[in-house]
């Protein structure tokens, strides 16, 4: 079994070693998560486990959410994601998983929603370095400059780097080294950092070294 949890980010800090070095890590409260349901390769075509994370209150859920978390005896859950599989797996539906799954993973993959930064223009997005601030240049100092010949094709070829939404897209950080796990509250430290903002809603798997 591939393992997976749902969980949030809560936020950055610092351990150190004996030695007296830093290590930056990333504190991620990981489940309880609840096995909504499993995927089968005869009925939907993959193996997946369905885990749900953070119940929602039942008059702000819909019917169908209602539906499908009563099905294991569960509430609605706010965060719903699958964890895909190679193969069968041993866990039942209705099943409560904790972090002590990870307690003997070296390493995970993190993903999340990063930070939205709204529209911006090519040298935050892209890291353009921009005109020159001297001789000639006129309130252009931030343009991306020219962004396609003129004869031919005679339009922007399409995958041009150009000003645009920035951030709010789903990003994989993999092979995070696990640090440290703390049953009683939750909790996984991982080294380095995770996207998205503290309290975003984050999924971790166990990294696949295929």
Known sequence: MRVGLLGRKVGMTQIYEPDGTAIPITVLECGPCTVLQIRTADRDGYHAVQLGFDDKKRKSATQAERGHAKKVAAEPKRYVREIRQDGPTEVAEGQTLTVEMFSEIKNVDVIGTSKGRGFTGVLKRHGFKGLRATHGVKRMHRHPGSSGPSADPAHTRKGIKKPGQHG????????????????????????GAVPGPNGGYITIRQTNMV
């Open 168 to 191: 709010n897209t789903r990003v994989t950080v993999r092979n995070l080294k696990v640090v440290r796990i703390d049953p009683t509250n939750n909790l996984l430290l991982i080294r």
